[in-house]
């Protein structure tokens, strides 16, 4: 009992040291404030400044992110621009190849003019050979960009094949656009028209395809 | 104590560093180099060559590896100012065997810049406007080679920026254009829409925007407003666009439009341009519907 009367005397002392030091710190912080006030009211002089701020109409940022599609948590952020859609997995139900996560690529564009300009999304096939594609099986969502996942609202909603768009200033509020690509799931409601699932009888290999980002000024 | 102090101060310090870097630069997040000119307007003459250059500036403490290239590009035929780009010298307009650069390849340190010089030599019978793009292209790294034996899919993303050449062969240029076919007209919803037929009859690119008013025979306006932007290159045909969504009262007025040609030279400070005047009568009655749109006298 002695004891903890002693634990409970040292954390009262600890408690008030931490209070005084604060207190000393507030008191020294609006004293150099109220001495450096003065001494520049003393000796106020005017000064031009002169700052070149540049045209940032070109400045673009991109974060790609893997979203595990049962709860939206990002499992992975990747500065590598591209996107794994290697996970699948096999329904057997429904003989389809499904895939856990999704993509997300949020865009920023930076633009500091009053300069219209347009961002382009181009697609290359994905592909394993002439015959064998993925362009079909794979939704690409264009949605307005917020914080949590999917997010936003949709501006777009197609398939991989059909998802060559161009976005002009005025579709992105804030110069942002999240693109998500995602594997179809067959559920009509979340995948984008013209769309089908990977069918488990899907030549298997090595699909390899390509999107091309562009900002370009009006 | 002294060692529990240092502690706190070394969490304090490591926090402010990843709260303010962190919001700077988002860890993982690509920021592309930024470019000092998204577009280069030159006016060069014919048989004679002009000079400049484009710095790109990394603003991120990493570094950036570039790579340029020459493209053509044309406005598509929604004349918005969306853009269609094509390999270069694929269009009968295109600039890009005239363009030279260097470097082509080359890496931007963290926090550095790079300078990029051009030169343009226009052929000696070159007349009107001729145009390229010079893409800068990040060179990303891609998703390692996966194993054959599994079925894979991967996506590389490839992120470019770019800087349009506008170059005008030097005292060869018509400025042109046709504004007809001049509608004004109400919507269901009430509103006024004001259109016209916009053609390049010149040899060069031009950005026609513009505005209208609406005022009554003393000069006292009703409704103003401004034309969406018309981008086309010669031989492009768009139209203008303007809306009013407030009422106009019971009356007789004048509908002054005024069309400038010379946008696109005014965002380059290179002057201004041809601007074209058109004016008509108009009358609305009791319940705000058109009854009359016609010339001016």
């Known amino acids: ?218 | 104590m002294k060692i529990n102090t240092l502690s706190k101060k070394l969490v304090v310090i490591i926090l402010f560093f990843f709260f303010f870097f962190g919001f700077i630069y988002p860890i993982s997040a690509i920021t592309l180099p930024y470019l000092n000119k998204s577009k280069v307007r030159v006016s060069v003459v014919p048989g004679q060559q002009e000079y400049g250059d484009i710095v790109i500036e990394n603003s991120t403490p990493d570094e950036r590896a570039m790579q340029l290239y020459l493209e053509d590009w044309r406005y598509l035929p929604i004349c918005d100012g969306s853009k269609d780009f094509l390999p270069a010298n694929t269009l009968a307009n295109s600039a890009a065997s005239w363009i030279t650069f260097s470097p082509a390849e080359f890496i931007v340190p963290a926090f550095g810049r790079q300078r990029i010089s051009y030169s343009i030599k226009a052929p000696a019978n070159a007349s009107g406007g001729y145009y390229a793009v010079l893409f800068f292209e990040m060179i990303a790294g891609k998703i390692p080679a996966p194993d054959k034996n599994q079925t894979s899919a991967s996506v590389n993303l490839a992120i470019r920026i770019a800087s349009l050449f506008y170059v005008e062969a030097d005292g060869t240029i018509k400025r042109t254009a046709v504004i007809d076919n001049i509608a004004f007209k109400k919507d269901d919803a009430g509103a006024f829409s004001i259109q016209a037929d916009f053609a390049n009859t010149g040899n060069v690119d031009i950005t026609a925007g513009g505005t209208f008013h609406i005022m009554d025979k003393e000069g006292l306006i009703y409704a103003r407003g401004e034309f969406s932007n018309a981008y086309s290159f010669a031989g492009d045909k768009g139209k203008l666009v303007a809306t009013w969504k407030n009422k106009i009262p019971k009356g007789r007025y004048d509908l002054i439009l005024t069309v400038d040609l010379g946008k696109a030279l005014e965002e380059a400070n290179l002057g201004r341009g041809p601007v074209v005047t058109r004016e008509f009568e108009i009358e609305i009655n009791e319940k705000g519907e058109i009854v009359e749109f016609k010339n001016s006298a």
């Open chain 1, 1 to 218: 009992m002695g004891g903890n009367y002693l634990r409970r005397d040292a954390l009262k002392e600890d408690l008030k040291m931490k209070k005084n030091s604060l207190r000393q710190f507030l008191l020294a912080g609006v004293f150099i404030l109220l001495i450096s006030s003065a001494v520049s009211a003393a000796t106020s002089e005017t000064l031009n400044l002169s700052a070149y701020v540049p045209d940032a109409v070109s400045g673009l940022t991109i974060t790609v992110n893997k979203i595990r599609a049962s709860d939206n948590a990002i499992v992975e952020t990747g500065s590598n621009p591209a996107l794994n859609l290697a996970d699948f997995t096999v329904d057997a139900v429904n003989n389809i190849l499904t895939s856990p996560y999704y993509y997300s690529v949020d865009v920023q564009v930076n633009d500091n003019t009053s300069s219209n300009w347009s961002f382009i999304h181009q697609v290359s096939s994905i592909q394993r050979d002439a015959q064998n594609n993925l362009d079909e099986n794979i939704s690409v969502t264009f949605l307005t960009q917020l914080q949590t996942f999917p997010g936003g609202n949709t501006l777009i909603k197609r398939s991989f094949k059909s998802s060559n768009v161009n976005l002009s200033k005025s579709m992105l509020p804030g110069g942002q656009l999240r693109i998500i690509y995602g594997v179809a799931t067959g559920d009509a409601n979340n995948d984008a028209p013209n769309t089908t699932p990977v069918s488990i009888s899907k030549a298997s290999g090595t699909y390899t395809g390509s999107v091309l980002l562009t900002l370009v000024t009006y």
